[in-house]
């Protein structure tokens, strides 16, 4: 009798132990969490994609090439911007001046207010043969010369909007500015990436004195960035920023990415 009993306890405390095994394997597998970070691994393209130094710099040159490139800035106002358009001189001959920071041009977020022009967006040549891409950077609308973008800034320009664009609609609500994102997940990476550049709350800009950041006023400030203009926020992180020493997180996948937004979000605006 004794020993059944042994032996039944024996059975039922590792029929527990199966459970338990079971319940938490359960848990892991269904954690949206776990399955994200695995996703860093088996679903991110860009961890397999030996161009994307390029793309990421392509990225950069869209956002300001002459930063990059630390060109001659052209005179005047690009010929193709519209007269309708509120903006004027070397900032007009940025590609995120006609085309948004989420490349959408006027069916995005420049489709109203002060950077509005009225010109299309870059969404569908996504996948376009980059040959026939630089062809159209260097046509007579755009104006460049060879001088002002060379050719391998134009490859990796075209390279960019070719494989390196994001649909940014799936990740920001347009309405509310709001981030699709976790922001505790993306606080894990804030803290450990960017907080050793841009502060523990966001509020340091490493490459501006305390006098030009004073000047800067709220934009010295993640959070208020992040919350203004969340689509050019998420184009630096997948990019970096132009012509200073910054990461680009495009390694991650957009999601992480997003986290990492959603968590700017909720940083400190501003010094009030
Ligand atoms: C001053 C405004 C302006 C700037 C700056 C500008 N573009 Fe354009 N872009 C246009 C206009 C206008 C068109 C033509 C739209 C049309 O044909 O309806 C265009 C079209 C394009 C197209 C073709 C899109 C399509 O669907 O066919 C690409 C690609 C492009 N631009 C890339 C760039 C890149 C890269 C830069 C920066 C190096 C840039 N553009 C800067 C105004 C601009
Ligand atoms: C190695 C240093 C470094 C790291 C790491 C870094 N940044 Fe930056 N970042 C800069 C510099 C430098 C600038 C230019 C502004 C300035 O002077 O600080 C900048 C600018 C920015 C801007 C634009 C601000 C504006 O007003 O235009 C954003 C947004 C930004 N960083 C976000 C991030 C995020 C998010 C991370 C982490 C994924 C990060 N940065 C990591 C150095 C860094």
Known sequence: MDKITRISGLFLSSLSLVLTTSLILFAVDSNPAYAQQ?????????????????IARGGQLYDNWMAVLDAERPKGTHPAYPAIGKQKGKNTWRCKE???????????????????????????????????????????????????????????????????????????????????????????????????CHGFDGTRMISKSETVLAAFGDRGFLGSVASDNPWETLHKIRNGQPGVGMVALRILSTQDQVDVLAYIQTLRRGRR
């Not at 320009?157 to 976790?182: E, H």
């Open 38 to 54: 695995s996703g860093i691994v088996t679903k991110s393209a860009a961890a397999v994609d030996p161009d994307i130094w390029d």
């Open 98 to 196: 006609c085309h948004g920071w989420d490349y959408m041009g006027e069916d995005g977020a420049y489709g109203r207010g002060s950077h509005f022009t009225g010109i299309k967006g870059l969404r569908n040549i996504v996948g376009m043969e980059p040959a026939k891409i630089e062809k159209i950077i260097m046509d007579k609308t755009h104006a460049y010369t060879s001088k002002m973008i060379p050719e391998r800034a134009l490859e990796k320009l075209a390279l960019f909007l070719s494989r390196g664009q994001v649909g940014m609609d799936q990740y920001i609500d347009r309405s509310t500015k709001a981030a699709r994102g976790d922001p505790r997940r993306g606080a894990l990476f804030f803290q450990t990436v960017c907080a050793i």
